[in-house]
């Protein structure tokens, strides 16, 4: 199973990025994405999850970000509109089959993709 991950790269506060995540072998109930910025522990930032594509936010990202899924594609999308200095981080796309209790937990994820790099500057 392979995450190919495209988007990202250096922006303003306030600005906005698109990424978009394809998984390719194999779908999965979850894929969604995680953070890590320099010095710190892999984060939970979104996911969505099949059946009915409902998602799930971190409460740093709630009303910024925008999580999608389009199942005929296999790919999972995440709009970053009102991005701040703190969103600063590598983004990871992760696919997994975990539980609901469980989705921000990054052991939950089995697969992922290669991390693309977000930069905001202030």
């Known amino acids: 199973v392979q995450l190919q991950a495209s988007g990202g790269g250096f922006v303003q506060a306030g600005g906005s990025l698109r990424f978009a995540c394809v998984a390719s072998g194999q779908t999965f109930i979850n894929m969604g994405w995680f953070r890590q910025a320099p010095g710190k522990e892999r984060e939970f930032v979104a996911v969505v999850r099949r059946p009915g594509n409902r998602a799930y936010y971190a409460d740093s990202v709630k009303g910024r970000f925008t999580i999608s899924r389009d199942n005929t594609k296999n790919t999972v999308y995440l709009q970053m509109d009102n991005l701040k200095p703190e969103d600063t981080a590598k983004y990871y796309c992760?696919?997994?089959?975990?539980?609901?209790?469980?989705?921000?937990?990054?052991?939950?994820?089995?697969?992922w993709g290669q991390g693309t790099q977000v930069t905001v500057s202030s």
């Open positions: 992760a696919g997994g089959d975990g539980i609901l209790s469980a989705i921000m937990a990054t052991s939950t994820y089995r697969s």
